[in-house]
Structures are given as structure tokens and as C-alpha cells.
């Protein structure tokens, strides 16, 4: 068989492209009462045959049928039988080679992925499904994200011993600590934090995990086998392919009916291995090589998805569009998105954006990559770099703001703002207006393109976003240590909790969409573990007893999450929403901002906020400007805004904590009369 660069230059031909490009959008199978039909792009096979199959896995094939050669690389074979339930694979015949492979255009598995199966999908749906619809949106987008087997799994969530770990446990909408009855866990808690969006993590058919094994295995999933296809192990059959589809959707449509949009975490930069159904029905050409014969490795999983090639960017642009029409998703998370290319991300919120309205769908992903990656024809990276080429709705994690608040992500001892680095005023500045509003430079690579893998002390890139809708706005996630691992790291015996109400209230009073990783709110720990993709369960599971320990914390999150909603000059997601940030202040561990809150509709009592940060390890007296301030927030509570007080012309801010005011008063306008009567 011809080497992986013989192949690069073969698909590089004009030959090729003019020939076997298939503009076609029934590859897969289609299953239906009047029949079923078969398609799979192929261009390079000599000969394909269908294998039939009565189970997921093993046993020999009751039916093998040649399939029919036509135009454009697709072989295809079609019968008027409803094949519901039934499994295939296909053997191919290429460049003197046989070998054995699934459908990588597959909807439907047996277990563990390795025959794809013929699925009528209406007849997956659950009951009220064609009435499902996400909930209405609310002033503003916060993003909880979830693991489907951590949520569950421990006792004290209190679910169904059959449901633990499962995508039934989110139909679950009562459950309480222990099944107590008093204390909420799951659903009801998550309502109660007042989050509106449940991001899950890799929830498609990955590798990583035996679907038939140990309850108790493990992984994140960030290693796809079949990108169309639900993973099986969170099934409560795996073996039977459209039960995993049933009860994803059954997921989505009680979080649906909670109040919650969904998202789903989508890895499309990689595959689990080079021997891929990819690889094995079309070889080398959805990898990329480089030029010396190189297999790329961007994604430091020994391969990167070749995204900027025809049928690779039209096999990702479809299952976006399917996970959102067949499942009903509502958002995507694109891990190391710096692997795709701006045109196709570009070209993935076009279209959603036609078929549900300008911004709607929710769309961002990890603006970097692991290492270098061979892309080819001049495309251009999805990396931060380049963020002004991305559409204003295609959002960014900002690993800007989240070192700048806590320090690096990867440098597990560096402190950031409010645990003791200095100089970092200026960062906390451009973060509140989530890094709008100034022209940025070019990011620095030093050849790796990776926008945080190459980061160097002092050598931080510019970031300059075109608005706060490109801007995530965190400070953990399921990467690196928790946040409270992170500050146990940075101030070992410090004051911890105070620490953390700190940083959420930072980032809870920036621009940008707000996002954090599920029992941040109580102090969530993996014992400082900063990478746990394959730790056991017992240690990534989310602890509810936990949770209700540290309740006074997660009390101070849902605080910030309500007055967060009331504050519109916050949640402006606009390429005007920087302007709204004036009289900016900072001195050595004390930043403040001032900004107009007012807006069109909005019936928010407070016209202008001051925000102050004082990382010191003092009280700092700050005077306010005008009449009519109130105390909304401090260190101790985020609900002072329920039963506002008016506040003294000048207010001590206690140490390493965040002060919120909000004035009754256009603050703004009389600073500007003031400055005409000073003249």
C-alpha cells in the first residue's frame, strides 16, 4: 500500500478533487419502513461487500452483498426491508489490501463500537420528543460542566443504584443527600445554583472505556471511535445499539424540561487511534502528514484530523448539524479547536446560525493545540491568535483571565492576582472587559502555534477580541488542578475559602460568557491531581455530602449567578460592551472599575457599578464618586443586593476580596457635569 505521503499528494491532485469530492448528504444508511440504504465514501476501494449481522459483536454475518461502485467514490446497496436493529460492517479492497472496518457515517453501534447498526431513528424517540425545545434564554449564559458518570455516581447523590453513572440519572429530578428528602443533589440543586446551561463531556462512542467491563472504569472520553453515535458505557445496555440513542435524548429532554440548555463537548482534532474507520475506508486522507512523511501530532494523541480537507470538513460540519437536529443539543465545546481551521468553524456557525437564528447555538472552544500541526493550503489555525478571523459568535476559553486570576494553569506553583503575584493589575483590567477594546498584537509561537502550550513567563500575547461573545470566562475546568487545589497549592495554610469567594467574584464581574467546572462552588478536590482523564472514579466523582458541607460557599456562588442576571451592563455581549467600562483605577493589588449599567427593556435599579478588587492583605479605603451607591457584594455575602443598604461616600474594601456598589444614580452623567463645572 502506497506510504502516508504518497497519499497526500495523491489527494492533492486535481484529479482527485475534481472526481471523488461528494457533495451528496446521505453517506451512512438510511433506515425507513419503505426500506434501507446504504452509502459509503470509499473512493480508493477496488471492491466493497456489506456484512449483515444479527448481534453487536460476534457471530458470523447471516448476509454479504457486493455493493454497487457509482460517481464520486460512493459505493452503495439498498433493499426494501426495514433493517432496524440489525448490524454491518463492510470489507474493503484497497490498493492490494483487505481489510475489515465499521461506518465511520454511522448513528448507531453495538458494543464497544466495532459493528455499526442500522437505526430507524424514530423509533428512539422518546415520548414528547418531537415537542422537546430548549428552555427560552435568560439574561445571561452561565455553563456548568458536567461529566455523565461523575454526576451520578457517588451514593450521597442519593440516585437509583441502576441509574448511577448513567444518562438516566439526569431524569432523575428529585433526588436528594442520601435520599434524605431535605437536601438537594443533582437536578433540584443544580436549579437551586440557578446555572443555565449543562455542558457535558464527551458523551459520543469513544475508546477509552470497555463498554462491557467494570462498572467502576474510567475515562474523560476525549478519544472518539464514532463521532455520530452516544457512548454505550453510559447506557444501561450497551450491547443493544438503540438504547444508548433513547436515553441520551430521554438526558437532553429532562434538561430540557428543568430549564437547562445543553451542550456537548466534541473532539473533532483527533481519533481515539490511527486505525480509524477514517483510515481504514479512505486512507490518509482524513490525517494529516507532513511534508517529510511525518504523521502530525497537534493533539498529542498520535493524530491529527485533517479539517481543512473537502470530505473531512463536510463529515465534521454534518455532525454538528446532526447532534443538533436528530439529539437537540444546544451549544458546542470544541476540544483543542487551534486544530481546526478558521474557515470551517466559520462555516459551522454559518449554518447554524441559518437554521436557528444569529448566535442562538452556542459555540467555543480551547483556543490551542497540544504541539505543531501539518495543516495544509495556507489555512488558517483556529488558535487565539487569530480570533478577529473568527465569526464574533464563536467564543474563546480565556486562559488570559483564569492565570491572570489565579495563576498559571500550568505552572502549578505560580500565583496569580489575588494569591500574590504583582504586576498583574493591568491583565485584570483587560479581563473585566473581556479583552475588547484595544488592538492586540500578534501571538507569539516560537513555531508550535499554540497559543498556551508555548507560553513562556513574560512573553503572554496580546489578546484583543472583537466582543465579550468570544470571550469564556473562567477559572477552572476539567484540566489542571481545581481551583481550590490550584490556591492549596499557591498558599499552602492561607485562607482558602476566602480566596475562592475571591476569585469567583472576579470573574463573576467580568465580561464574557461565564463558565465553571461542576463543585467549583464547593471547593471541589482531586487531592491536587492535575490531570485525572483516567483517575478512578472515587477520586473525579462529584462529592454531594460535600457539597452541602460547603454550602456557605456554594451559597455565595448562587448569590453572584442571581446578581449576575440583574446587572446588564455586565452581560453585554455586544462589540460595544467594553464602552460601558470606565474610570479605571489600579495600584498595586488594587484594581477598580466603574460601569454603565443601564440598558434598553431592562428595569435594573442600579444605572452604574463600581467594582473593586482588592487583593491585598489589608483593607483599602476607596472613595465613590456622587450620591445613591449601595452595597450589592463583599466578602462575606453575595445577596446583599436582596435588601440593598446605601453606603458611605467612602468604603473600606476588606482584604483579598471583591466589592460590588451599585448606584441609583447615572453615576456617570454627573461625573460629566462635575468635570464641566471643575472647567
Known amino acids: 500500500m502506497k506510504t502516508a505521503l504518497e497519499w497526500k499528494k495523491y489527494y492533492s491532485t486535481t484529479d482527485f478533487k475534481e472526481n471523488y469530492i461528494y457533495e451528496g448528504d446521505d453517506l451512512g444508511v438510511r433506515c425507513t419502513p419503505e426500506g434501507t440504504f446504504f452509502r459509503l465514501w470509499s473512493p480508493s476501494a477496488g471492491s466493497v461487500t456489506l456484512n449483515l449481522y444479527k448481534r453487536g459483536d460476534g457471530g458470523e454475518p447471516f448476509r454479504s452483498v457486493s455493493m454497487n461502485r457509482e460517481t464520486m467514490g460512493v459505493w452503495s446497496w439498498q433493499c426494501g426491508e426495514e433493517l432496524h436493529g440489525v448490524y454491518y460492517d463492510y470489507i474493503l479492497e ?163 424540561s428543568q430549564g437547562f440548555g445543553v451542550i456537548m463537548d466534541v473532539v473533532y482534532n483527533h481519533t481515539y487511534s490511527l486505525d480509524s474507520w477514517f483510515q481504514r475506508t479512505a486512507p490518509w486522507y482524513f490525517y494529516r502528514v507532513f511534508d517529510d512523511g511525518r504523521i502530525s501530532n497537534g493533539s498529542a494523541c498520535g493524530n491529527d484530523v485533517a479539517s481543512e480537507r473537502e470530505m473531512c470538513a463536510k463529515f465534521i460540519l454534518e455532525s454538528v448539524l446532526y447532534w443538533t437536529e436528530e439529539y437537540h443539543i444546544d451549544g458546542f465545546r470544541f476540544d483543542l479547536m487551534g486544530l481546526l481551521d478558521v474557515e470551517l468553524m466559520n462555516r459551522i456557525r454559518s449554518e447554524l446560525d441559518k437554521r436557528y437564528g444569529k448566535g442562538v447555538k452556542l459555540l467555543f472552544g480551547e483556543p490551542w493545540s497540544a504541539g505543531e500541526t501539518a495543516m495544509e493550503g495556507g489555512a488558517a489555525p483556529a488558535l487565539k491568535k487569530n480570533i478577529r478571523l473568527l465569526d464574533e459568535n464563536i467564543g474563546m476559553f480565556c486562559d488570559n483571565t483564569r492565570d491572570a486570576i489565579k495563576g498559571s494553569a500550568l505552572k502549578t506553583k505560580l500565583p496569580g492576582f489575588i494569591n500574590g503575584a504583582a504586576g498583574m493589575e493591568e491583565k485584570i483590567l483587560r479581563s473585566a472587559q473581556a479583552w475588547c477594546g484595544k488592538e492586540g498584537t500578534a501571538e507569539r509561537t516560537d513555531g508550535r502555534e499554540n497559543g498556551e502550550m508555548v507560553e513562556k513567563e513574560g512573553e503572554e500575547p496580546e489578546l484583543c477580541a472583537k466582543a465579550p461573545s468570544q470571550i469564556i470566562t473562567y477559572v477552572s475546568a476539567h484540566d489542571n488542578q481545581t481551583l481550590w487545589d490550584k490556591l492549596d497549592e499557591t498558599v499552602p495554610g492561607g485562607d482558602l475559602m476566602r480566596l475562592n469567594r475571591m476569585a469567583a467574584a472576579l470573574y463573576m464581574t467580568c465580561q464574557g460568557t461565564l463558565f465553571l467546572l461542576s463543585g467549583e462552588e464547593f471547593a471541589r478536590t482531586k487531592d491536587g491531581h492535575d490531570n485525572s482523564f483516567n483517575a478512578p472514579i472515587a477520586l473525579n466523582r462529584l462529592d454531594w455530602k460535600k457539597a452541602w458541607e460547603e454550602r456557605p460557599l456554594a451559597e455565595y456562588y448562587k448569590g453572584l449567578i442571581a446578581l449576575r442576571r440583574q446587572l446588564p451592563g455586565l452581560c453585554d455581549k455586544s462589540a460595544d460592551a467594553a464602552s460601558r467600562i470606565f474610570g479605571m483605577k489600579q495600584e498595586g493589588g488594587v484594581v477598580s472599575y466603574m460601569c454603565d449599567n443601564r440598558a434598553e427593556g431592562s428595569d435594573t435599579r442600579w444605572k452604574t457599578l463600581m467594582v473593586i478588587y482588592n487583593s491585598r492583605k489589608a483593607a483599602e479605603k476607596v472613595s465613590l464618586p456622587g450620591t445613591g451607591w449601595e452595597l450589592l457584594c463583599n466578602d462575606k455575602s453575595s445577596t446583599l443586593w436582596e435588601t440593598p443598604a446605601p453606603a458611605e461616600s467612602r468604603v473600606s474594601v476588606p482584604p483579598q476580596s471583591v466589592m460590588v456598589l451599585g448606584c441609583v444614580r447615572d453615576a456617570l452623567r454627573e461625573m460629566k457635569l462635575e468635570r464641566r463645572k471643575a472647567v
Open 94 to 256: 484497497i490498493d492490494g489490501e483487505t481489510m475489515r472496518s465499521a461506518d465511520p457515517y454511522a448513528k448507531a453501534c453495538g458494543l464497544n463500537g466495532g459493528r455499526s447498526m442500522a437505526v430507524n431513528l424514530r423509533r428512539t424517540d422518546p415520548e414528547g420528543w418531537e415537542e422537546d425545545r430548549a428552555p427560552e434564554e435568560s439574561a445571561e449564559r452561565i455553563i456548568y460542566e458536567l461529566h455523565v458518570k461523575e454526576f451520578s455516581w457517588d451514593k450521597s447523590g442519593g440516585f437509583p443504584e441502576e441509574y448511577r453513572g448513567k444518562y438516566k440519572a439526569f431524569t432523575c429530578t428529585d433526588t436528594t443527600l442520601y435520599g434524605d428528602g431535605v437536601h438537594p443533589t443533582g437536578i433540584p440543586y443544580l436549579k437551586d445554583l440557578g446555572v443555565t446551561h449543562i455542558q457535558i463531556m464527551p458523551a459520543y462512542d469513544y475508546g477509552s472505556v470497555n463498554e462491557a467491563g467494570e462498572e467502576t472504569e474510567f475515562n474523560w472520553g476525549y478519544d472518539p471511535v464514532n463521532y455520530n453515535v452516544p457512548e454505550g458505557s453510559y447506557s444501561t445496555d450497551p450491547a443493544h445499539g438503540e438504547v444508548r440513542i433513547r436515553e441520551m435524548k430521554e438526558m437532553v429532554q429532562s434538561l430540557h
